[in-house]
């Protein structure tokens, strides 16, 4: 029966990860990958994690299944680290959190609640997105659009064009928005702008579903919470799915949760019920390792304190190799005025060089990117910096 299957094809990013391990020129540069990369181009198990992880090894004396739900030191953690701790959704007991395998679990879990709560609900996805959300999505059962939300000539959000889409939208549809270090674009919603689009949610009766995988890789752990925290202290329902696979380097852990806010705290119960429902169907029960090194940090003054300031060094990494870039390219006087790279947040940009210019990178420079331009900024450092502004300038020549 197998040979009813139709080939797939290849995925693009690991499509390119292919080419890079095959090129032989030891200076060969890989600006592609979706992971953290340090200054050594190595992505490394966070300090505060080993201290964490070794603390957890010793205690441990069972491996028997935790719960469908998780973890409750981790819900608990990452739902004060969501919302912070005072916020009146918490407090009224209208918000309900589960542990997922990572973000993507938590994208699937959510997904498929929404679809249970309002049959051939349709989701609006923002155009372009991290590649993964539509399939992801659509295999709960959701319908989904687009709307617009980069403007790719000016390298900024499209708000009007944004806001003029779902100013159509009908009310219980729902808004999938990045939280923070949009992925691929890297250009995110002001607070004047979350305040708009919380008004436009209020007005026409949206349901926002903000995905937050990269809390604390902007501006800080509170301030990347920002429009999540604003949204559910004005709107009756608000999703939120969060990741702890980039900001405590957990990726293969598994480590991320779904969490929803209620209008009231009866229909938070239904929805923990149901959200635990859905786990319970699709995977069962989460891993723990991952979810218990969180726990461990969250709760620890000293090690959640260790954590913080690794986490300030990758976000003061990413936002300094930003401006580094900026400078380089500025002092090779490029057609191209890439301020605008500065002012992105998170890992990703595109540079907004053409398919060609790409390839040219690739095959006469060896420096790889995805062929939209999407550069991760954590695979530059200070050694190669200025070979990828050589490159760039010379391909725009
Ligand atoms: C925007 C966005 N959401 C969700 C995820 C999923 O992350 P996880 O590895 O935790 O499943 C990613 C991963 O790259 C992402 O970029």
Not at 11 to 30: C, H, S
Not at 61 to 83: C, H, M, P, Q, R
Not at 117 to 134: E, G, L, M, Q
Not at 289 to 305: C, E, N, P, Q, T
């Amino acid at each position: 029966m197998f040979e009813t299957l139709k080939p797939m094809p290849p995925d693009a990013i690991l499509g390119i990860m292919t080419l890079f391990r095959a090129d032989k020129d030891p200076g060969k540069i890989d600006l592609s990958v979706g992971v953290y990369q340090d200054e050594q181009g190595l992505t490394p198990v966070l300090a505060s994690v080993k201290r964490a992880e070794k603390a957890i090894i010793e205690a441990q004396d069972s491996k028997t299944y935790v719960a469908i739900a998780g973890n409750a030191g981790f819900n608990s953690g990452i739902a004060e680290l969501l919302y912070g701790k005072d916020h009146p959704a918490l407090k009224g007991g209208r918000v309900a959190t589960v542990q997922t395998p990572g973000g993507s679990g938590g994208l699937s879990v959510a997904g498929h609640l929404l679809a249970r709560s309002k049959p051939n609900a349709r989701v609006y996805v923002s155009d372009p997105s991290w590649p993964n959300h539509i399939p992801l999505l659509k295999m709960s059962g959701l319908e989904l659009e687009t709307y617009p939300y980069y403007d790719y000539a000016h390298h900024r959000v499209d708000f009007d064009a944004m806001v003029g889409k779902l100013d159509k939208a009908k009310a219980g549809e729902i808004v999938l928005i990045h939280g923070c270090c949009h992925n691929p674009c890297g250009a995110d919603l002001s607070r004047e702008q979350w305040e708009a689009l919380t008004q436009l949610c209020e007005r026409r009766g949206l349901v926002p579903f903000i995905d937050l995988a990269y809390q604390g890789l902007s501006e800080g752990l509170e301030e990347d919470a920002y429009g999540a925290r604003l949204m559910a202290s004005r709107l009756p329902e608000v999703v939120v799915v969060s990741s702890c696979s980039k900001n405590l380097g957990l990726y293969r852990e598994r480590v991320g949760a779904a969490s929803f806010v209620s209008a009231t705290p009866e229909a938070s119960k239904l929805v923990l019920a149901n959200a635990s429902n859905v786990a319970r169907g699709i995977y069962s029960m989460p891993p723990d390792h991952g979810a218990a090194i969180v726990s461990y940090i969250l709760h620890d003054a000293g090690l959640r304190a260790q954590w913080v300031k690794e986490l300030e060094e990758m976000r003061g990494r990413l936002n300094g190799l930003r401006k580094l870039l900026v400078d380089k390219l500025a002092a090779r006087k490029t057609p191209i005025d890439f301020s605008f790279i500065a002012k992105e947040r998170g890992m990703f940009s595109f540079l907004g060089i053409t398919k060609e210019q790409v390839i040219r990178l690739r095959d006469e420079f060896h420096i790889y990117m995805v062929e939209s331009s999407r550069v991760n900024i954590a695979g530059i450092n200070h050694s190669n910096v200025d070979t990828v502004a050589d490159a760039i300038a010379a391909v725009l020549k």
